[in-house]
């Protein structure tokens, strides 16, 4: 099922290609933004949702769904790009057609495209609606036009949200959730085009939809969401060093309680360089009362053995030439006094009074000196000091706590008194403590004059991002 959470709905943005060695001694950088549409390079809105990105040679490209605003079948969409942030449209590869499983009416789903090199053919899986069925279609080049084939149930079982993975003997396996007996593994006949077998899985997971499964480190992981209807909730992940299993017990992967970062999984991308490889995330964010205006939330995983865990970053950069990850920093207004602007209540923030200790306050902006800071180098971040008070904004206790109060204090050097920030594309930014690596954050997401702020993990909440 698709979900959506009305957290952090934003306009579209024109992604541009961050060329310069910044970080990490990158030599080409892929510049990624989270929660927001997205533009191809001739201006046109991308719409690719359910999808994955394929490598062909030293191109990506990025195969999705085309949605009415209301869900319906509309097309596939194929985009592609050297660097995963310039899209170029390529074709609608999958076109509605008047009638049967493909036809305006219906809703067709997370289309996953493999190659098979013994036959020299793409091979796309879709989740159609119409039968609780999957359909096959075949091209001979990634983004040239599919042949439809029809659809059918996988061995008699009815199938909802699908999956994919290719193992590296070229084995092909359809990842399919089954709502009476979760998530079920199929392992493909050798042309790709029918299910033979059940791998794992008819209870294994249980109720669990969304699957995307990759290989790392010698294991094999299954991210997977929980059947929520249109309401967010926190994805897991499974493993095992076999793809027939054991698998492990199902876990959170980021911070709980984040709904995946208002997000659902839809496949994982390996981004290999010279100096490694990252494993990158590709969610969605749904829009139930207009598909059209769903977004797209990418991020980096981080890998331990079998451990996987995910952090949000509203900005971060990925070389596809090393396969190295970094978040992306930027350099606030410095010099001048300013208000500080949360974007969830409009509200600026605001020392409360001179007293050394004091929590700071969200608060109707007046233009008080309360409400006025300078921003200024300091370490590996930046002060913000208060006009009134003197005093900067500091992490009490230079705790690593999600939920620690931020406070003023005098100016120590301390890194809980350092921030960083990391711009959104739009204006606003998460204005993350050095010590901590948390965000400045309003309790509750509260749209209240005089409530109060700490810091907490970042996970793209509009109450964690500011205007300065």
């Not at 926190?234 to 698998?247: F, Q």
């Not at 050394?356 to 930046?382: F, N, R």
């Not at 350092?418 to 309003?442: A, E, I, P, T």
Request: with cysteine; aromatic share 12%.
């Amino acid at each position: 099922m698709r979900k959506y959470y009305t957290i952090c709905r934003q306009t579209r943005v024109l992604f541009l290609a961050l060329l310069t060695i910044t970080l990490c001694s990158f030599t080409a950088q892929a510049q990624i933004y989270s929660g927001t549409t997205w533009d191809a390079t001739n201006g046109s809105l991308i719409t690719a949702h359910g999808g994955q990105i394929l490598k062909v040679g030293s191109t990506y490209y990025w195969i999705g769904e085309v949605d009415t605003s209301g869900g319906e079948m509309a097309g596939i969409n194929c985009y592609s790009s050297t660097n995963l942030t310039n899209w170029t449209f390529v074709a609608d590869v999958l076109p509605v057609q008047s009638s049967g499983d493909l036809a305006s009416s219906d809703l067709v789903e997370r289309p996953k495209v493999l190659y098979n090199s013994s036959t020299n053919t793409y091979v796309m899986w879709l989740h159609i609606w119409n039968g609780d069925a999957v359909g096959y279609a075949t091209s001979s080049s990634v983004c040239g036009t599919y042949t439809y084939l029809g659809s059918s149930q996988p061995l008699g079982n009815e199938s909802f949200d699908i999956g994919s993975f290719q193992d590296t003997d070229g084995t092909a396996y359809l990842l399919s959730a089954n709502y009476d007996n979760g998530i079920i593994v199929y392992q493909m006949s050798s042309d790709y085009l029918s299910p033979v077998s059940i791998v794992d899985g008819v209870s294994t997971w249980g109720d669990y939809e969304a699957p995307a499964m990759f290989k790392a480190n010698g294991y094999y992981f299954l991210l997977m969401s929980h059947e929520t209807g249109w309401s967010p909730n926190d994805d897991v992940y499974s493993y095992a060093t076999s793809i027939s299993g054991p698998w492990s017990t199902p876990v959170d992967f980021a911070v709980a309680g984040s709904d995946t970062y208002d997000s659902q999984s839809t496949y994982v991308v390996p981004v290999t360089g010279t100096s490694g490889t990252t494993y990158m995330y590709m969610g969605d964010r749904w829009n139930s009362s207009d598909i059209t205006d769903s977004t797209y939330v990418w991020l980096p995983l981080t890998i331990s053995g079998d451990t996987v865990s995910m952090s949000y970053y509203d900005n971060w950069a990925l070389s596809t030439s090393t396969g190295e990850w970094s978040v992306t920093y930027t350099t606030p207004t410095t010099g001048s006094y300013s208000e500080i602007i949360a974007q969830n209540s409009g509200m600026c923030l605001s020392a409360v009074n001179t007293t050394e200790g004091t929590q700071l306050e969200q608060q109707t902006c007046t233009g008080s000196t309360e409400q006025e800071w300078e921003v200024t180098a300091e370490g590996s971040g930046y002060y913000i000091t208060n006009e009134a008070t003197g005093y900067v904004a500091d992490d009490d206790g230079a705790s690593k706590s999600a939920g620690a109060e931020i406070i003023d204090w005098v100016k120590n050097g301390g890194t809980n008194q350092q921030w960083k920030f990391s711009s959104n594309g739009h204006g606003y930014y998460n204005v993350v403590n050095v010590n901590s690596g948390m965000c400045l954050d309003v309790i509750g997401a509260s749209t209240s004059s005089g409530a109060e702020i700490d810091q907490w993990n970042c996970n793209g909440g509009t109450n964690q991002l500011w205007e300065q």
